[in-house]
Every structure is written in structure tokens, then in C-alpha cells.
């Protein structure tokens, strides 16, 4: 079963737009982290952000996270057509060994 | 490109058959995981093996088995095929004590016929 859900399940903007994709999850974690799926195969992970921090940075990327609202949110800004992806929120408990990861969100970008 | 290979790529099987996937670590990676991602989800948490012992399992049944070897390649075995069981496999490495973040192969795409 999956951890919890991602909001929007789509989106399209124009490239140049900020895109902004939502996680939601049930359980208490050590952290949580975003991969980008191209095409249906391998996934990248993209950002890590701990339980104990609030906001995280990469480049064009901005994670924020509210443990006390069980969720967290992607932004990208400055979109381009190549950040057409499925993006996955994945959260990692106590047992760090195991990540779960949410329904994805289906990223396009029009040119 | 993550370093993490697997084999095949595509595999068509029928059902009550067996398939093993295979799956090379990137180098320095000691810890690998499996997932299944059916189509249109996201992946979902098989097994990972550390030093070839299974060190933690998910909610899928013994028919689901693997092995890792002392390079740390791995092989996720699949007995018994059932039709639900066609979904795309990725394995992931990971290096000891960093076992947070993950490196996923291209995965193999199974369809159970």
C-alpha cells in the first residue's frame, strides 16, 4: 500500500512557469525524499529533507516539509520542457531501510 | 546514468511460470533493494539484502525470493507467476549507513500472459 498520496495526480504548465506538487503522508518519518521517473524507468533522487528541518534548496528545486500537517510540497521553478517527469515523494521511517513512496505526480511541460 | 544495471530489460512470461531478475550494484554499494511499480503507482518495497542476508521484507509473498552474492549483484526470483505480478522491477543500491539515499536501475518490465 502506498504511504500516502500526491496532489495534483497531473499537471501541465507553460515551460518558464513554477510547478508545485504537494505530498501528504500517514505515519511519523526520519525523512522524506522526491525522485523523478522519466518515461516509466529508473527513478532519480532529486532532494532529502530530515524530520527536523523545514525547507530545503537544490538548484531550482525547493522542498518544504510540516511534519505536524504530515506533508510536503515540491516547487520547481523556471520550468523547463526536460522536467516532464512523474515526480515521487518517499518517506523513511525507523527502519530506514525501507522508503515508501506516494502515486506520483505526472509533470508536463509544454515548450 | 546511477551505475546500477539490470537484466533484462523487457521479459514476457505466462502464468505458473518462474522468472529471475538480475541486477548489478553501482561500485561501493554493499546494500540492495527491490520494488515493484505496477503501472500507473508508485513503487512499492520488496526486500533489501545487506552482506547477502535479507534485511528487511515488504508485504509480498514467499513466492518472492532473492539472493545476493558476495559482489553484491542480486537476483529477485519470482515463483508461481500470477497475472498481477506484471509490473515494472527496479533494484536500487545503496551504500551502508547511507542507505537513505537510493540509486534505481531502468528496471525490467514483466508481463505475466
Known amino acids: 500500500s502506498q504511504q500516502g498520496e500526491e496532489d495534483p495526480q497531473a499537471l501541465s504548465i507553460q515551460e518558464g512557469e513554477n510547478a508545485t506538487m504537494n505530498c501528504s503522508y500517514k505515519t511519523s518519518i526520519n525523512n522524506l525524499q522526491w525522485y523523478r521517473q522519466n518515461s516509466g524507468r529508473g527513478l532519480v533522487h532529486l532532494i532529502l529533507i530530515r524530520s527536523n528541518e523545514r525547507e530545503k534548496h537544490s538548484g531550482r528545486l525547493r522542498v518544504t516539509l510540516d511534519t505536524s500537517k504530515k506533508s510536503s510540497s515540491l516547487l520547481i521553478t523556471a520550468s523547463r520542457a526536460a522536467d516532464t517527469a512523474s515526480y515521487f515523494c518517499a518517506t523513511a521511517g525507523d527502519s530506514s531501510y525501507k522508503l515508501i513512496f506516494g502515486s506520483g505526480t505526472r509533470l508536463l511541460v509544454r515548450p | 546514468e546511477t551505475g546500477v544495471t539490470q537484466s533484462p530489460t523487457h521479459l514476457i512470461k505466462t502464468r505458473g511460470q518462474q522468472v529471475t531478475l538480475r541486477c548489478s550494484s553501482q561500485?561501493?554499494?554493499?546494500?540492495v533493494s527491490w520494488y515493484q511499480q505496477a503501472l500507473g503507482q508508485g513503487p512499492q518495497f520488496i526486500f533489501q539484502y545487506y552482506r547477502e542476508e535479507e534485511n528487511g521484507r515488504g508485504n509480498f509473498p514467499p513466492r518472492f525470493s532473492g539472493l545476493q552474492f558476495p559482489n553484491y549483484s542480486s537476483e529477485l526470483n519470482v515463483n508461481a507467476l500470477e497475472l498481477d505480478d506484471s509490473a515494472l522491477y527496479l533494484c536500487?543500491?545503496?551504500?551502508?549507513?547511507?542507505?537513505?539515499?537510493?540509486?534505481f536501475g531502468s528496471g525490467t518490465q514483466l508481463s505475466v500472459l
Open positions: 561500485s561501493g554499494h554493499n546494500t
Open positions: 536500487a543500491s545503496s551504500s551502508r549507513g547511507h542507505e537513505e539515499k537510493l540509486f
